[in-house]
Each structure stands twice: as C-alpha cells, then as structure tokens.
C-alpha cells in the first residue's frame, strides 16, 4: 500500500519537532500517558451506562513496557481506541490538536518554547522516535487497525489482528549522537522518574515492571540475602492535583498543571484552590486566571467554562455554566462527589447541585479578586489590563443583576490621579459640595483631557472618571448611582455646580443664539450660552439621553436604528472668536456667518465626530484667510 502523506502543516511541525533542543524532548511521554488517559476517560465514561464495555473501574489502566534489545518503548491503554479513520483524521494531521491552533494563530511565538512549554501532542514522540507504530481497536468495532510512520515521509494504515479493545503505540527510540543519550529513555529509572515528574495525578494506575531486591525467605547462609524479583509496579500516585492538600503543592506543579491542561504558554496570574462543604453540593476546586489575554479571547471562538468532575472522572470538558460571563477569563477545574455521573448536559444545565456550586464559585472568585486588589494593586491592575472589560459587562448584563458582585473590583480612570481608582475610593474622597460622581466619555483618555467640557471641572480641582471604554457609559448608566451618588457624564449634561456668572451678562443676547441657529439649521438642536467653558470658545453636547460616544457605538452596531444625540452647541461669550462673531452680526453678515460655521465645525472636531463635508470646510476656512 502506497504511503499518505501527512498534511502540509503537519510536515512543518516535523521538521520542528526532530530539531527541538535535548531538555524538551523527554514531554513526549507525558503527552502520549495524557492521550492514554484521555482515551480511559471515554471509555470509563460509556461504561457507566453499557455493560457491554465489561470493564470495571479498576480495571482501566496505562502499561509502560521497555525493551533495549529492539531499543522500544510500548504504551499500552484499554481506553475507547481508534479506527482507521481515527487514524487517519487523528494522527494523520496535526491541526487538530489544540495545541497546534495556538500554534498558528500565535506565530510570531517561539517555536522551541510550543514544544517546551506544552509539547505538541502525539507528535512529540517523533523527537525520539525513528519509527511510530499505532495498533489500536476501537470500542464496538470488529476490525483493529496499525499505523505506521517513521516521520516527514508519511504514513500507512494496515489492517491488524488485535483482540483487546484500546491502543498501543509502540516507540522506536533513535540511535544515540554525540550530543544525544536516547537510550536513556529505555532505562526504568529514567521512565519512572519521567512518569513522577510530568504524569503522577494521572488517575489510571501507570504500571511498569520494575526490578526489587527482595530478602530471601530461608537462612540458607551460602546463598545471597536477597533476590532479584520482577513485579509490576505503579508509578504514579494517582491523586489529582486539586485533591491534594494546597500546601504540598508547589507553585512550580501548579503552573505545569495549568500550562498542560489549558495550553497555555505562561504560567498563571493567580492560582486559587478552595475546598467548600456546601449543604447542596460539597466540591474542590482550583482555578486559575490567565497572564495574558487568551489569542481567541475576545471572539465568538472562545468558550468559556470549567472542566467539571464527579469523584474524579471528568464529566464535561468546558461547563459554562459554572462560570459567569463577567468572570469568563477563569479557568480551572472543579470536582464534586455530589453530582450524579451520567447525567445528561441538558440536565446538568438543571440540576440543583450544579447551581448551588456555580453560586459559590462566583463568590469565591470575586473574594478573590477583592483581595487582589487589596494586597497587590501592581498585579491587578495588571490583570486589570487584560481582563477589566469582562469585569465590566457585569455591570451592564443581565439588566443589572450582577452589579453588586462588580461595582468594587472595577477600575476607572481618574483625571486627578492620574491612574485607575475604584468607586469607592472616589466617592470617599469627594469633597462634601459636591453631589455627583463626574465622568466624561471620549475616544482616549488623552481626547477626554482635552475636551472643553472637562477643563471647568479640572480647575476647580474636581476629580473626573475618564471613560473610553464603549461599555463605560452604558456601565454607570445602568448603575445610575453609587453608594446613592448619582453619575453624571459632565460631557453631556448640565451639572449643578457649574458656573452661573462666570460669562459676562452684556453679550448674552438672544438674538446672537438665534442668529447662530439659523445659520446652522438641523445642524444642531440648540444654540446656548455656556456655563462650563473657559479657555475654548464653543463645544459640543448632547441632550436627553444619547450621547455622542453611544451614537458613534450605535451607527457601528445597528445603523439601521439612526440613533443620533441631539446636538446643542454650547458657546463661550467672554471668548474673543465669539466676540469677533458677535461684532459682525450688525458689521458684517456674511462674515459673522462664515464664523459661526467654523465655529460649529472645530466644536465638532474636538467632540471627536467627524465633520459632514470636509472639503466645504477646508474651503471655508480659505476664504477666512483671504
Ligand atoms: P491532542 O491530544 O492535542 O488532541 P494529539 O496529537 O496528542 O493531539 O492526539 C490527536 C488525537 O489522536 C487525540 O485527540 C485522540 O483523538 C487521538 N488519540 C491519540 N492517542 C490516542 C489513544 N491512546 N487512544 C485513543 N485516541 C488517541
């Protein structure tokens, strides 16, 4: 049979793989006993409900077998097995395996260091390996099948005898180099040290055949004391790493476990392990927030979720429902003896335990975070960077309901010291004459600062929260109020403290505000004297309701519903431009009009909108200057 040939990105990874640097190379066994695993849990997981499998718990194991003569090692595991489509799809390419998509998405990342950090699957065995051999039986098929590969040349699917379910890969481990001790790998003590290191909470006994020393039983004085026995031997301890006790665990097991388990390239930012004796549910749990935002985070792709299990057997791979949409950038595990095991994900969705378990989660991980906050702001506000707008949907989601879990772990931006700050450290320290909380919205913390509308405020030394983020505004909107202060977006709304004298009388006339109106037409809603402006001669607001920033949000996300601000241009009548505008009413009509025009525009501008017809305001703006 003529050989296939492995997938083009599949050839690449090879190449990679046969290139990888010495320390990295010793994974491959760890990624072929989590395969092992894998395939255990979905047969174990059938069993429960079929009896046909004929397998009970205990049965279930992974075999290790080491043989320096045809220098191979054999990994045997009755677990679900593969077909020859199996086969094919599953060993044929490698883009199926998770670790290769982060690959791909990620490639400026370091090649070497995929390998390292959390190997690429199945394929790592190549780094060791000059020949592959698959023999597996699928569950509830007649025929077993073999696959063979000796690398970047492709592979060959054959029909086999075999007669026990579940899969064997054999390793034929490379020839030493000078640089390169492979025969290492077909001694027991480096095995059994691998399988301590890389695979001990592995859940299936590992067992290997070691070699003892066993004291001999009769006294016969000219004999040796002891005897060389063989006997199998299991060489993990099989205890999850959630089950055991946090403080003998070390960080360095923690971030291999996380690193493993959620393919990611960087140890965690925070790893927190809790053990809860709940009335409905008791469980264990350990979670981990990621140091970087995931490549896919922010897209549909990502799911959320925790990967669920009862007594240890892993039930459901990604249970979103354990997880809040505010909290969706944890990840972890959790364990509870109180779920039934072969409940249906319909049911799950249902079921009482599984409620009362996501409840506590959720306060557990806002304690967490709390304390965070508390005890190490440089972090948070690190993961702040990466996570905080997830945060902030809680604010906003579900009309509201989740605001108390939030409202204290979310961070602005504060015109006065200059860094992020809670809410309850602004409100605090809000001098007692004033009511409200103050933010403004713009398209960047520096665009706000400049705004018009934000210097009255600042000179008075109020403290502003500078909002950039879309979500904020909808955020305090739908707060309305913290610890009974209500926000206030100072770009839009009349604020109560603002200045009722501070712009001469004698300019205040009717008469130039409905001049100007007529000028701009539907342009604008209103014309007004502001209360707010200083050094600026105009700007832009909006009234009742929608601001600009919402407008700008809305024309992306549903055009269709025109949502527009009313526009009212607020004017400064101590400025010498609306001076100079005002003089010319009487003085000169046509001029006054280019005036109010311009002045309109550069309200538009700073406002950060769009000007509606650039090229007649550049004109304009020409014929100034003539
Ligand atoms: P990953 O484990 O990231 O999916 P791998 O390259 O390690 O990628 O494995 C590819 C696929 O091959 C697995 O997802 C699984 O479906 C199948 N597989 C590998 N080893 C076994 C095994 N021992 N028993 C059954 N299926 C296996």
Redesign the pocket.
């Given at each position: 049979m003529a050989k296939t040939e492995f997938k083009s990105e599949s050839k690449r990874l090879l190449d990679l793989m046969i290139n990888s640097i010495y320390t990295h190379k010793e994974i491959f066994l760890r990624?072929?006993i989590?395969?092992?695993s894998?395939?255990i849990d979905k047969l174990y997981y059938i069993s429960l409900t079929d009896t046909n499998v004929g397998l009970n718990k205990d049965d279930f194991k992974i075999r290790i077998d080491l043989d320096k003569e045809s220098r191979t090692i054999t990994i045997t595991?009755n677990?679900?097995?593969?077909d020859a489509d199996?086969l094919d799809n599953?060993?044929g390419t490698?883009a199926?395996?998770?670790?290769f998509k982060f690959k791909q998405e990620n490639d400026k990342a370091e090649d070497v260091d995929i390998i390292g950090q959390f190997g690429?699957?199945?394929?790592s065995a190549f780094m060791v390996s000059d020949e592959i051999t698959v023999r597996?039986k699928k569950y509830g098929c007649d025929k077993a099948y073999q696959w063979v590969s000796s690398g970047a040349d492709g592979y060959e699917i054959t029909e086999i005898d075999k007669d026990d379910v579940g899969?064997q890969?054999i390793l034929k481990i490379k020839e030493d180099t000078e640089n390169e001790k492979y025969s290492e790998f077909l001694e027991k003590y480096k095995i059994s040290a691998l399988v301590s290191k890389y695979s001990d909470y592995i859940r299936y006994p590992i067992i290997m055949e070691m070699e003892h020393r066993k004291l001999r039983e009769d006294s016969d004085p000219d004999a040796p004391e002891y005897d060389e026995v063989k006997e199998d031997e299991v060489l993990n301890s099989m205890v999850p790493i959630w089950q055991r006790n946090k403080k003998d665990v070390t960080d360095e097991e923690y971030n291999e476990f996380y690193k493993q388990k959620f393919f990611d390239f960087e140890p965690p930012a925070r790893v927190f392990a809790n053990s809860v004796e709940g009335l409905i549910a008791s469980f264990k749990s350990l979670l981990f927030i990621p140091s970087k935002v995931p490549f896919n985070y922010y897209t549909k792709e990502y799911k959320k979720g925790l990967q669920l299990y009862s007594s240890g057997v892993l039930i459901m791979d990604n249970c979103s429902d354990l997880i809040p949409e505010h909290f969706a950038f944890v990840k972890g595990v959790v364990d509870s003896q109180d779920l039934s095991l072969n409940i249906s994900r319909e049911m799950l969705q249902h079921d009482r335990q599984l409620k009362s378990i996501a409840s506590t989660l959720e306060k557990k991980i806002k304690n967490e975070l709390s304390s965070w906050l508390k005890n190490d702001r440089e972090g948070y506000e690190k993961f702040y960077a990466n996570f905080g707008k997830q945060l902030k949907y809680g604010l906003v989601g579900d009309y509201g309901a989740h605001q108390d879990v939030v409202k204290d772990i979310v961070l602005f931006y504060s015109s006065t010291e200059k860094k992020l700050v809670t809410l309850k450290e602004y409100t605090e320290r809000m001098p007692e004459d004033q009511k409200e909380i103050y933010f403004a919205t713009g398209d960047s913390i520096d665009a706000i600062d400049k705004l018009p509308q934000t210097e009255y405020f600042r000179d008075k030394g109020r403290e502003i929260l500078y909002c950039a983020e879309e979500i904020d505004e909808f955020a305090f909107q739908s707060m309305s109020s913290y610890n009974d202060k209500q926000f206030k977006n100072i770009v839009n709304e009349d604020v109560e403290e603002e200045n009722k004298d501070d712009n001469k009388d004698e300019n205040k006339n009717d008469d130039t505000l409905k001049f100007i109106k007529d000028v701009l037409g539907d342009k604008v809603n209103e014309v007004v004297f502001s209360k707010k402006l200083k050094s600026h001669p105009v700007c832009l607001t909006a009234k009742g309701g929608v601001s600009f920033e919402m407008e700008k949000y809305m024309s992306l996300a549903q055009p269709e519903a025109m949502v527009k601000a009313q526009r009212v241009l607020e004017i400064n009548a101590a400025h010498p431009a609306v001076n100079a505008l005002i003089a010319n009413i009487t003085a000169d009509k046509d001029k006054a009009e280019k005036y109010a025009k311009l002045l309109y525009n550069q309200a538009v501008i700073i406002a950060g909108l769009t000007v509606e017809d650039p090229s007649e305001y550049a004109d304009l703006v020409c014929s100034l200057m003539n």
């Open positions: 990624e072929i989590s395969n092992a894998d395939a595991d677990g679900i097995g593969m199996d599953n060993l490698i199926n395996s998770g670790s690429v699957g199945f394929y597996s899969t890969i």
